[in-house]
């Protein structure tokens, strides 16, 4: 069973930089998978922020490029997402996400093989 465990501060003073760990249990992030970062503003969809490869390759969202980092340390079995400048805009419910597929500018949609985390809400506010 693949478990994915969002963690990170709930609060983020503007202009801060967001950061984030996902702790994956039950499969290694190095398999053949797209480990996601995806985020969801209020009354808005799915956002799909970017991702990282097996092979360590990165891949981000036209609109978040600029301001977004994800890594992974294999040893920990983690991924982490950094997005820098955040603005109350920013303000969501943050998951990560083991995906088939990359999702770029498209909707995001849950298949029936993906997993995810239960998501942690961050708050962007001075």
């Known amino acids: 069973q693949v478990q994915l465990q969002e963690s990170g501060p709930g609060l983020v003073k503007p202009s801060q930089t967001l950061s984030l760990t996902c702790s994956v249990s039950?499969?290694?992030?190095?398999?053949?998978?797209?480990w996601s970062w995806i985020r969801q503003s209020p009354g808005k969809g799915l956002e799909w922020m970017g991702a990282?490869?097996?092979?360590?390759?990165?891949y981000y969202s036209p609109t978040l490029r600029s301001r977004t980092s994800i890594s992974r340390d294999t040893a920990k079995n983690q991924l982490t997402l950094q997005l820098s400048s955040v603005t109350p805009e920013d303000t969501a419910v943050y998951y990560c996400?083991?995906?088939?597929?990359?999702?770029?500018?498209?909707?995001?949609?849950?298949?029936?093989?993906?997993?995810w985390g239960q998501g942690t809400q961050v708050t962007v506010s001075s």
């Open positions: 990282i490869s097996k092979s360590g390759g990165t």
């Open positions: 996400a083991r995906l088939r597929r990359l999702y770029l500018s498209a909707p995001v949609v849950r298949l029936p093989d993906d997993y």
């Open positions: 039950g499969e290694v992030i190095t398999s053949g998978y797209y």
